[in-house]
């Protein structure tokens, strides 16, 4: 189902994919009645001078058939008047002017260009602050995990009760089991704490099967399972791999990848969807559901822009806020719609002259604020190699991976020399053993 928007105001696409179902396997003869509806923010306009969602006023045409090509108009319905849908704040807007290509003026100007690695962000965004919240203050007898896991309303005793080195070691991941050939080859693992019997957990990769160094079972890549337009499909490649990662002792999955196939030289492809971000959120989203049923973790991944894995850490993005609204931030949106995620996880490159990783406008305004995330936010693995680690823990990045002792004691530093709190080590730390506890 496809809807054509009227130009008005703002400029419109000619048709925009706002639904699609798969009928079952069919015998000659056979049919079967399928129901496609069409949410109004999934053909939505972003209007940057009202920061709001809006439908503007005249007529919608609504085509449907199986290709862009070959969908015929099947009706209409007309607007009298603007609709706003949803206000929101501006969230990593540009911060200098660049040519945006319109009808009007399709000439392309500028583009991408190469630069000295140390120039990758020519022009820095500025940071706000977020503090929350400390945690009451616990002076009782110790709890022990196992003493949590009975009784799940001490969650936040528990982590008060820790030291400014117990939080700083848990936000930091315990490091990566790929490198020894004896070892199960799991990304990462979470720091476990014997003084109070805290678990450590093991999460992997693997949009196509589970990234182990043992056999497994090995699935079309997200881009054939985009083509499918099978959201039952999808669903059912996220169990197997849900289920494969439970009899690994995989507790996440880090995927699905839903980064938009926006360059045909990145290499990340196969582990995408689509180009279409309703097409690749729709059914990342299925994807993750699948892991969910199977009782494996799903992250959402990477916030925001990868499009090329090459160099991504000296890659910088200048996006405007609507093409970031209903491009890039879309996807994610539509994949939540369907399966809240258990984990989302940033990305290496810059965005508008700052990382996400080290941005709480993105991950505390838009992730957890417009979303409703209330998950673990981590970061991909070495984003510290180019990300100040004290600014992406001070944005909410609960988890900086793959982790070393060396990170764990930057934190603390910076704790002792009060350029770091406290309440913010509590709150990351809250949602990393919250996991643990569903998980372990």
Not at 147 to 154: M, T, V, Y
Request: net charge neutral; hydrophobic share 35%; aromatic share 8%.
């Amino acid at each position: 189902l496809y809807i054509a928007a009227p130009d008005g105001r703002l400029e419109k696409p000619a048709k925009v994919l706002s639904a699609f179902e798969k009928t079952c396997l069919l015998k000659p003869g056979e049919s079967e009645k399928l129901t496609l509806t069409a949410k109004a923010m999934d053909f939505a306009s972003f209007d940057e001078d009202l920061s709001a969602y809006i439908l503007e006023q005249g007529e919608y045409g609504v085509f449907c058939g199986n290709s862009l090509d070959t969908a015929v108009k099947v009706g209409s319905f007309r607007l009298d008047a603007d609709a706003v849908l949803r206000k929101t704040g501006s969230v990593n807007p540009p911060v200098e002017e660049f040519h945006k290509i319109t009808k009007r003026d399709p000439e392309i100007r500028g583009g991408s260009k190469m630069v000295p690695l140390e120039q990758r962000i020519q022009v820095s965004a500025k940071r706000i602050a977020y503090e929350p919240q400390p945690l009451p203050a616990y002076k009782g007898k110790r709890i022990t995990f196992p003493e949590l896991k009975a009784n799940h309303s001490l969650l936040e005793a528990f982590v008060a009760q820790m030291t400014d080195e117990e939080l700083c070691r848990l936000n930091v991941c315990g490091g990566a089991n790929w490198y020894m050939p004896w070892d199960d080859g799991s990304a990462g693992k979470s720091v476990a704490l014997r003084k109070y019997k805290l678990p450590s957990i093991r999460v992997s990769d693997g949009n196509t099967g589970l990234n182990l160094n043992k056999p497994n079972i090995g699935l079309p890549s997200s881009t054939v399972m985009a083509a499918t337009f099978n959201k039952a499909l999808a669903f059912e490649v996220g169990k197997v791999i849900g289920e494969e990662s439970g009899e690994r002792g995989i507790a996440v999955n880090l995927g699905p990848g839903m980064n938009i196939h926006r360059n045909i030289l990145n290499g990340r492809h196969p582990e995408y969807f689509s180009e279409d971000p309703y097409l690749a959120g729709a059914m990342a989203g299925h994807h993750g559901k699948g892991l969910v049923a199977a009782g494996t973790g799903c992250t959402y991944k990477h916030l925001f822009c990868n499009n090329s894995d090459t160099s991504r850490k000296g890659s910088h993005s200048i996006v405007s806020q609507r093409a970031l609204r209903e491009i890039y931030y879309k996807v994610f949106e539509v994949a939540i719609d369907v399966q809240m995620p258990t984990c989302v996880m940033t990305s290496y490159n810059a965005v508008n002259g700052l990382y996400p990783a080290e941005s709480a406008e993105v991950l505390q305004r838009l992730v957890r604020g417009e979303w409703g995330f209330n998950g673990l936010i981590m970061t991909d693995w070495g984003t510290y190699d180019t990300v100040d680690p004290v600014e992406m823990v001070k944005a909410g990045n609960c988890w900086l991976t793959e982790g070393s002792p060396r990170y764990s004691k930057a934190l603390l530093k910076a704790v002792r020399e009060g350029r770091l709190s406290r309440s913010i080590l509590e709150r990351n730390v809250l949602h990393l053993v919250e996991l643990v506890l569903r998980k372990a």
